[in-house]
């Protein structure tokens, strides 16, 4: 079983370091900022690492990575 992750507004910090959909970090930013640029890709914002300070967010699909996990382990 996959341990479910805090997705777009489950996210209930102030800020996060972000990582883009292609790997690149962009550092920290208010969650709202990092929302926004998820969306504006049409994607999620994904809390990756909740144990960092501050924790870690990527953005991504999470409907493919749950797919690409999920396919991986059968």
Do not use: C, F
């Not at 208010?30 to 953005?59: F, G, R």
Request: proline share 7%; charged share 30%; aromatic share 4%.
């Amino acid at each position: 079983m996959l341990k479910p992750l805090r997705v777009n507004n489950q996210i209930r910090v102030p800020q996060v370091a972000v990582i883009d959909d292609e790997g690149n970090q962009l550092g920290t930013m208010d969650t709202l900022d990092a929302l926004k640029l998820a969306k504006d890709k049409e994607l999620d914002l994904v809390e990756v690492n909740p144990n960092s300070q501050p924790p870690m967010a990527k953005i991504m699909d999470y409907g493919k990575y749950i797919y690409q996990k999920e396919k991986n382990r059968i």
